[in-house]
């Protein structure tokens, strides 16, 4: 079975410009969650969906934004980019919420 | 306010002995805890988990115990391994959200 992958592995943008990163779940799975990772923060939760609708929300501004897709694969996007947004951006999928979350290898945003 | 914390920003061991990481958390409602290992370029990998509703839960060489009065777990690996050198996670979740949240980690280096 195929894990969990996302796309682009890499992106290099700049302040104000927008990015949409991409995630595709284990097959079967339901459950999509976003997370970011910062040096020295772990993990903060963003938010996760669920059968098409966000189930939970993180404490990140409304920049940020997600949806899911009837095929479970999510999109998350990122407006306005701001120099702190770099960091490196985990999607994980379960088979039902609150199960145990299976991690994508992450896309590391740079902006400049 | 970190809901979970792991105090260790990182530990050393000797090859073969055993390695103890501890996480902390606040929040009583918490009853899923979840260890997840970190490579560098690769998404968090799933180690072990266990449930409020015991104290102890064992899966090879990884041995995760549960104090739900002082709001504290621990995992032992042993023996420890080089292989086993990587930032480890310790997340927490309750029923009723669904949402994890994660501790900073530890990085552990297994010196041979």
């Known amino acids: 079975k195929a894990g969990v992958t996302q796309t682009p592995r890499y992106l290099i943008k700049t302040r104000g410009q927008q990015v949409t990163l991409s995630c595709s779940p284990i097959s079967g799975h339901r459950s999509v969650s976003w997370y970011q990772q910062t040096p020295g923060q772990g993990l903060q939760f963003l938010f996760e969906?669920?059968?098409?609708?966000?189930?939970n929300k993180g404490n990140f501004p409304g920049r940020f934004s997600g949806r899911q897709f009837s095929n479970s694969r999510s999109e998350m996007n990122v407006s306005t980019l701001e120099l702190g947004d770099s960091a490196l951006y985990l999607c994980a999928s379960s088979p039902e919420q609150g199960g145990i979350q299976y991690f994508g290898a992450g896309t590391r945003l740079s902006v400049l | 306010d970190q809901q979970v914390k792991q105090n260790s920003p990182s530990l050393s061991v000797q090859e073969g002995r055993i390695s103890i990481l501890n996480c902390d958390y606040t929040n009583s409602m918490f009853d899923y805890f979840l260890w997840y290992k970190k490579y560098p370029a690769e998404g968090p990998t799933f180690l072990i988990s266990i449930s409020s509703i015991k104290d102890k839960n064992e899966d090879g060489r990884f041995t995760v115990f549960l104090n739900k009065s002082a709001k504290h777990l621990s995992l032992h690996i042993v023996p420890s391994q080089p292989g086993d050198s990587a930032v480890y996670f310790c997340?927490?979740?309750?029923?009723?959200?669904?949402?994890?949240?994660f501790g900073t980690g530890t990085r552990l280096k297994v010196l041979a």
């Open positions: 969906y669920f059968s098409e609708t966000q189930r």
């Open positions: 997340a927490a979740s309750d029923s009723g959200t669904y949402k994890y949240i």
